[in-house]
């Protein structure tokens, strides 16, 4: 891909405002449409254009198949935790009402953990099936 | 404060060790004893969870504060905590089993992922079972599910992927056809809350849409649990998966497909399904023709897992007898027969895990001379068999005996007269490998063959064991199911 200049300096552009945007869709699913199953797909698409254009060893570089299996677990762990969060500060679990003084606010800080789990996992899941496709996680 | 939460940790302790597991790549022996304690942990739950609601009836939990009907609901009654003690009972005795078998069977670096993806199989079947909500149980359903596959795509040989990926496909479709029918249910009632569908639902139940959605429902359910037309997937998934996968997913897996059946049919449509639709009748002929085609087609297999898994489907061929009886002796047989069937089919499997580890094959006729070998792991296998039987002083007695007292309830000797069949045809099988074992020299050449190790051979002879005592002090399984199924028939308490 050395030799296709036009694609790498269109990719490189636009690579920080896919992942910029993926951010916008996690962050506004509050008020919008969106939430962090889209946002993970497309912030997991910014890093996989990333590797299509500059070679998969340099995706393996800024991401090892190691540290994107701890994500994959991390997001899944954030969103028990917040559940966990509800059950120790006296409510049900899952209860975000318990989550700050004021019930609303709780409402907001537990979808938006709870989301930004989702987007985790869901963007390192993304990779990780790109990973074996690509046959680079054989064995490793 | 604990006991009010026993409901969702139930689920919730074994979904978030899941993802911890992979903590312990390089360790396998820390993933199993992490599993190891999680799975006592969750049985621990069950039988407090039992008894809560032996004494103080259906248990009802709010997932985030939001009442039901709008919110989730966790909703434990007598069957579900029964069905609870099977799934989390088995699973502790498994995974005390686990650790020997595994390292043998699957390789060093994808021993992790073993323990993860069963503590995923383990969560999604307690939460199957625990959840009160007809969508969350299709997410549950689909967590032990894809969770189940990747268990059975471990297994040593290269068809245990093939065997995986029918049972994908098979399996997809069943769930499938399981959320179609909760759409149609849906579309109807506007709810997807259970006690809500089972108070909307009989107004509606005679229309054309709930015509296809119990269609839809008891295809799908059955192809999960094994129904004898579509159980295609089941031999093959129970004969390449490795075998503690093969005792754990026989003795849960279809336990807990036939607890959704139950639910659907006698919880969300209270039985008013049968006069529209006579899915009891269809039900009761593919009963008996499992019972006795599948116990037929077991007396041929080389393979002695393959044989215990078609043994298997007869089996639940018993259960669903009883099941479409539609009576309380019926239903009581059937909601039994769960629990005794997940106990014998737990400890047959476990011997031929053990068997496995020792000659590295399951086939019949590999298993000569064994009887002298490996004299414990044999002799669990005999009672196991005798169980699978239904002789007298074990769980398959008792199984049976209710079974024919359901059908001489309603005079019908002919079906008494079929089940002595179909165990008659189950002595023919289990003699099989019993001749083998015993009868049979081991040839010349064969390497020396020493007993499984303690710790393999403790949890299998505590299965056996169970089986015996459970045969003879039945207050616990009969009076349970008895009550189980009374509450499902909407008779006493």
């Known amino acids: ?140 | 404060m604990i006991s009010a939460h026993l409901p969702i940790l139930q689920v919730v302790v074994p979904l978030i060790a899941a993802p911890l597991g992979l903590l312990f790549r390089r360790t396998p022996n820390l993933a199993w004893l992490l599993t190891l304690v999680i799975s006592w942990l969750t049985l621990a739950i069950s039988v407090a969870l039992l008894a809560q609601v032996l004494t103080g009836g259906p248990i009802s939990y709010e997932l985030g504060s939001w009442a039901p009907p709008w919110g989730i609901e966790y909703r434990i009654d007598i069957l579900s905590a029964f069905v609870l003690l099977i799934v989390s009972g088995v699973g502790a005795l498994v995974i005390l089993y686990a650790r020997q078998s595994v390292e043998a069977e699957i390789p060093g670096d994808r021993i992790y992922l073993f323990y993860t993806m069963y503590l995923l199989a383990l969560a999604g079947l307690l939460g199957i079972v625990t959840t009160g909500d007809a969508f969350n149980l299709f997410v549950f359903l689909e967590i032990s599910s894809l969770s189940s596959y990747v268990l059975i795509a471990l297994g040593a040989e290269r068809r245990a992927l093939t065997a995986a990926f029918r049972y994908l496909v098979l399996g997809t479709i069943g769930a499938t056809f399981y959320v179609i029918g909760v759409g149609l249910m849906y579309q109807m009632t506007g709810t997807l809350n259970i006690a809500d569908l089972a108070a909307r639902l009989p107004d509606v139940v005679q229309t054309r849409t709930m015509l296809v959605a119990i269609g839809f429902l008891t295809v799908g359910i059955g192809l999960k649990l094994g129904l004898f037309p579509v159980h295609v997937w089941l031999p093959n998934a129970y004969t390449y998966a490795p075998s503690v996968v093969t005792a754990f997913l026989a003795a849960t897996a279809t336990k807990v497909a036939v607890y959704v059946l139950l639910r659907m049919y006698y919880t969300v449509f209270q039985g008013h399904l049968f006069a529209p639709l006579p899915v009891d009748e269809i039900l009761f002929v593919l009963g008996i023709l499992a019972m006795l085609a599948m116990s037929a087609v077991a007396i041929f297999q080389t393979n002695a897992k393959r044989l215990l898994a078609y043994s298997s489907v007869a089996q639940i061929g018993y259960m669903i007898l009883g099941i479409s009886l539609v009576t309380v002796t019926g239903l009581t047989a059937g909601v039994l027969h769960l629990f005794n069937h997940a106990l014998m089919k737990a400890a047959l499997f476990l011997a031929l895990g053990c068997v496995f580890l020792r000659i590295r094959s399951a086939k019949v006729d590999d298993m000569a001379g064994l009887g002298k070998a490996m004299p414990w792991t044999m002799a669990a296998f005999v009672l196991g068999g005798f169980s699978l039987i239904g002789v007298p002083l074990t769980v398959g007695f008792i199984s049976k005996w209710y079974l024919i007292l359901a059908a001489l309830e309603k005079d019908w000797w002919w079906l008494a007269a079929i089940i002595l069949i179909s165990s008659l045809l189950a002595v023919i099988y289990i003699w099989r490998v019993v001749e083998v074992a015993y009868f049979r020299a081991r040839p010349a050449e064969a390497p020396p063959v020493t007993e499984a190790p303690l710790f393999m051979l403790v949890p299998m002879w505590a299965l056996v064991l169970a089986n015996i005592y459970f045969g003879i002090d039945t207050d616990l399984t009969v009076g349970t199911a008895a009550r189980a199924a009374q509450f499902l028939m909407g008779v006493g308490s």
């Open chain 1, 1 to 140: 891909m050395n030799r296709h200049s036009i694609l790498r300096v269109v990719a490189k552009f636009m690579i920080p405002y896919i992942m910029l945007f993926a951010l916008y869709v996690q962050f506004h699913g509050d008020f919008g449409p969106g939430g962090g199953f889209q946002a993970g797909v497309i912030f997991a698409v910014g890093f996989i254009l990333y590797a299509l254009i500059f070679g998969i060893e340099n995706g393996r570089k800024v991401l090892p198949a190691g540290v994107n299996r701890i994500l994959l677990a991390g997001g899944v762990l954030l969103y028990a935790g917040v559940g966990v969060a509800g059950l120790l500060l006296e409510g049900n679990y899952l209860d975000y009402f318990v989550l700050a003084h004021d019930p609303v606010h709780g409402q907001h800080l537990g979808i938006l953990l709870v989301e930004l789990g989702v987007g985790i996992t869901v963007a390192s899941t993304m990779i990780a099936l790109f990973y074996v496709f690509s046959g680079q996680d054989v064995r490793r």
